[in-house]
């Protein structure tokens, strides 16, 4: 079945860097892609759809400075975090809709830790 | 805002029958019944999905009420490896702009 990567699975990093999150569908192309975050003991939260070739479209509340988008291939879209701060701990995951569209799947998640 | 009401948690019996409910009595006619599951720390898994009539897989069968107000999720021979939060979601296919919201799922411990 389709398959969803993400890299890397966990991250440690100290407060006011950046971390990329990469998300690849590794057999099958996604025009589009949807970021989450999902804190300890909570749901996950969808933060925005990555879009290839134009720009991404974020939830609200969500800060497009802060977690920049980029969708640079049929196959791969990016998260970064910048200026990482302690509250920006979580876990991250991104989810693919497959090519007949009715339904998506998920990457494995990163577990981002800011000191 | 999640569309859907789903138990808090749930206890089943290895081996019996695991049937989780769903309501979700504003799904718009154009909105399918999704169900995802999420074992600790992984990302969520596909498990169903359907539209109004009863769906049946290798993991699951779907059963929606005839007024699609709402639905059940039924996992037939429940493991341990069953253990997990299941998501209920109604949406829209991805290609008529649909996106998937979670709630709070229900959290299925199955004991031996």
């Known amino acids: 079945g389709a398959v969803v990567s993400q890299h890397p699975s966990w991250v440690i990093c100290k407060s006011g860097t950046s971390v990329k999150i990469e998300c690849r569908s590794l057999?099958?192309?996604?025009?589009?892609m949807f970021w989450y975050r999902q804190f300890p003991k909570q749901s996950l939260m969808l933060m925005a759809t990555?879009?290839?070739?134009?720009?991404?479209?974020?939830e609200q509340g969500v800060e497009k400075d802060k977690f920049l988008i980029n969708h640079a291939s049929l196959t791969l879209s990016t998260l970064t975090v910048t200026s990482a701060h302690p509250e920006d701990s979580s876990f991250y995951i991104c989810?693919?809709?497959?090519?007949?569209?009715?339904?998506?799947?998920f990457g494995p998640g990163t577990r981002l830790t800011v000191l | 805002d999640a569309k859907t009401t789903q138990p808090t948690s749930m206890d089943c019996a290895e081996g019996r029958a695991a049937n989780l409910p769903c309501n979700h009595s504003t799904i718009s006619g154009n909105e399918y019944v999704y169900w995802y599951r999420q074992i600790h720390s992984q990302g969520p898994q596909y498990i169903i999905h359907g539209l109004k009539n009863n769906e049946t897989n290798e993991m699951a069968s779907l059963i929606i009420t005839e007024d699609r107000k709402s639905s059940t999720l039924i996992l037939p021979h429940a493991t341990l490896r069953d253990t997990a939060v299941y998501y209920c979601?109604?949406?829209?296919?991805?290609?008529?702009?649909?996106?998937?919201?979670f709630g709070q799922g229900t959290e299925l411990s199955v004991k031996p």
């Open positions: 057999d099958f192309q996604a025009t589009t």
């Open positions: 979601i109604v949406s829209p296919i991805y290609n008529q702009g649909g996106k998937l919201i």
């Open positions: 990555s879009n290839e070739g134009s720009k991404a479209t974020y």
């Open positions: 989810s693919a809709p497959t090519l007949s569209a009715d339904t998506q799947y």
